[in-house]
């Protein structure tokens, strides 16, 4: 299996150099130059089994010779043992034919456990084997963040480095990033918002003098392997509810759109999806490409779902990349014109080939609030803010047809404040990490200034 970017001029590389890269050199982002094909009988054969024998076989096609049989099952198995549902990916229902999945029992309560916890995994096997260590640094909007700094501690091949924009992210996300103590992971609050400290990120990658000195790697959903970990709870909730013997749709909470493009994967590889619904809040840029066919940036509006605040969603270039016919070219000339002028006109091919697949909708924060309140009374559930965007979004695409699975992205006691505000209730941290108000915090505070950050990551690595 080979990899390619979507920009057309870097080189092919091997799932483990795609893994280890990151961003490719060109600006782009790593695809596989095709997608395995999943029979009715190979997807039929998952039901029933456990998620981390459904996650072997949907990614093991994509991993090529990168780990035998025997390392990438023990691979599997380490990554969710630290999960605190057997499950992994529980469901649960809201409604007539509408579905929860749960995807925040992972060691920082957000979906964002499943690929970073295989992602430490992997790095760990391959640079252990290659004698080799890497730079990692990250940007995140709070849930990126903790999720990498507790799959990368106390790792030796690895230095992590995490920017955070400053008094944006929650206190439980800023805790989990900020309380552990192993010398190698190090919490950056930049003055600025998510899409600046994504932006310095991507100028550190195309810094290939910085980029090759500190053997730069990225963990952000621009990495490949995080897109391909999250294909796995696409067939496990569709198999658990009839999949391929009847079709399931899907709302997922979208910001950088690594998660939803990771259940347009599956539906290449042979799930029978119909509709994948984005969901957005007030910042909804692609919300907005979808009903006028513009991809254009305004400014980020704080909001009560701080982990989707976000303009520059960096994974619909893969969604383009295939709605442009795999035209590298094409890609280059809008993600140009972006950068340069903040925005750009889908073609109207483009468009009718991504509206084919994707829905869209958008959830105010009042709508969120509302909803949070709403799930409560009628089903019990206490939804954190994000997933209350999925279930107010399903709502408008609910069809009897179809069983909707909505994405339930985060534990609602990492977003305490806003599920009070809505419910009265302020929901407790699992007992496994109910001392995290107590520990103390480690972070250190940076200017939005590339100059600054790398000369900080210089003096700070240790490999
Ligand atoms: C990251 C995140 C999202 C958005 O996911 P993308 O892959 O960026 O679309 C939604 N909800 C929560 C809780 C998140 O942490």
């Not at 690895?158 to 944006?168: A, T």
Request: charged letters at 20%; aromatic letters at 8%; hydrophobic letters at 40%.
């Amino acid at each position: 299996m080979q990899y390619i970017s979507t920009r057309g001029q870097a080189p092919v590389l091997s799932f483990e150099e795609a893994m280890l890269s990151g961003l490719a050199r060109d600006g782009g982002l790593y695809v596989p130059q095709s997608v395995p094909q999943f029979s009715k009988a190979d997807i039929a054969a998952m039901a029933g089994l456990s998620y981390e024998e459904i996650a072997f076989r949907v990614m093991r096609p994509f991993i090529g010779d990168t780990f035998t049989d025997g390392q990438f099952a023990e691979i599997i198995a380490k990554s969710y043992a630290t999960f605190g549902h057997d499950a992994r990916a529980p469901l649960v229902q809201l409604g007539p034919n509408h579905f929860l999945l749960e995807l925040f029992h992972g060691p920082t309560l957000a979906f964002k456990d499943f690929a970073m916890q295989i992602i430490g995994q992997m790095f760990q096997a391959v640079l252990a084997r290659r004698g080799e260590k890497l730079t990692i640094v990250g940007a995140t909007s709070g849930d990126t963040g903790s999720a990498a700094i507790e799959a990368f501690r106390g790792l030796e091949a690895v230095d992590v480095f995490i920017l955070f924009p400053n008094g944006r992210v929650s206190e439980v996300q800023r805790r989990q990033m900020t309380t552990p103590s192993e010398a190698n992971v190090h919490a950056l609050a930049l003055g600025g918002d998510f899409d600046d400290c994504q932006a310095r990120l991507k100028d550190m990658f195309n810094d290939f003098t910085f980029r090759d000195e500190v053997r730069l790697a990225g963990v952000n959903s621009i990495n490949w392997a995080r897109v391909l970990a999250q294909v796995v709870y696409y067939f496990s909730s569709a198999t658990a509810l009839g999949a391929p013997h009847r079709s399931v749709s899907f709302t997922v909470p979208t910001g950088n759109f690594g998660d939803v493009f990771a259940g347009y994967i599956a539906k290449r590889m042979g799930l029978p999806i119909d509709k994948l619904v984005i969901a957005t809040n007030q910042n909804d840029i692609l919300h907005r490409t979808f009903v006028t066919g513009a991809h254009r940036k305004e400014g980020v509006t704080p909001s009560i779902s701080p982990s989707m605040d976000i303009q520059v969603s960096s994974n619909f270039e893969r969604a383009l990349f295939d709605a442009y016919g795999r035209d590298g070219n094409a890609v280059a000339q809008v993600m140009d014109e972006l950068k340069e002028q903040g925005g750009f006109n889908v073609s109207q091919g483009a468009m009718e080939a991504l509206r084919e697949t994707f829905a869209s909708g958008r959830a105010s924060e009042e709508e969120t609030s509302r909803t949070i309140t709403e799930a409560l009374a009628h089903t019990g559930e206490l939804l954190c803010p994000h997933s209350a965007v999925g279930v107010k979004v399903a709502d408008e695409h609910l069809d009897p047809a179809t069983p909707m699975i909505t994405l339930a992205t985060a534990h609602p006691a990492k977003f305490p404040d806003a599920v009070e505000a809505a419910t009265g209730i302020r929901p407790p941290l699992p007992s496994r990490m109910a001392d995290l108000y107590e520990r103390p915090e480690r972070m250190v505070e940076v200017d939005n200034d590339l100059g600054v950050l790398e000369e900080f990551i210089r003096g700070h690595r240790a490999a």
